[in-house]
């Protein structure tokens, strides 16, 4: 009988062809030296950033509005993980200064793409990126009230327009907030099931991130099965937040509501 391989020797095998594959393209030009040490670097893995952008004057912050601390994991010529890489990190960019042992990343102006944020390990690297926004002040509702004209046959009509949410910076609220995440819920529906968040792909989403005039937003996909009657009108209530440093930004939760009713 056959066994299947564990992760370990999938991991070492994808390794070695990887080399081979590497060796071979050299051809009788080079000799490419494999290190087989244990604890020789191969290979690193840098983890996505836990947001997508950080303030000017601040460190880079997770949801919950702790400091990020970048991940890499670093692997030997076997695939397995080598703890405690000694990871060096630099940013070629401007609008970001990066602690070289730590990695915490510090905004220090607005730039107009994301900032390179590069993890080195010998002679090997691994980049992230990471947008540069303003402090987020306040969140109001953009286009706030809807109305769905659904069909219990079409199901393409069952999809809302965005319920969207604007985020602004400043007293004065003049300025777009962008790269950040908004997250929404649905707090009022007739029965459960009803309705559900959808990014613009069609799948379940409950978050979205700003775009360059400070908008995010998400759809609702309305299930016809669930109705009581294939006449029935009814809404539904959601409510989209954003924080700064954990703690709900001016505004938040802003009330969207959908209007469904049945379609002509």
Known sequence: ????????????AAVVGLLVASVATAGVFACTEIPTSATAVLSLQFDSLAAPA????DTLRDTLGVVVHPVVHAFNFQGEEIPAPPVFFVSPDSGVTVDSASGVIVGDSLRSTPARIVANVGTLQAIQKVAVTLRPDFIAASNGVDTLEYSILDESKDLSADLTVSLRHGAAQDSAVASWIVS?????????????????????????????????????????????????????????????????????????VLVFKPGS
Do not use: W
């Open 1 to 12: 009988m056959m066994r299947r391989a564990g992760g370990k020797q999938l991991r070492a």
């Open 54 to 57: 950080v303030v000017v004057g």
């Open 184 to 256: 929404f819920a649905i707090v009022s529906q007739h029965k459960p099931g009803l309705v559900e968040l959808v990014n613009d792909a069609g799948k379940p989403s409950s978050v979205d991130t700003t775009d360059a005039s400070g908008i995010a937003g998400r759809k609702i996909q309305l299930h016809p099965v669930n109705l009581d009657s294939a006449t029935q009108m009814d809404s539904v209530i959601v409510n989209a937040t954003a924080k700064f440093r954990g703690v709900p930004v001016s505004g938040s939760p802003v009330r969207l």
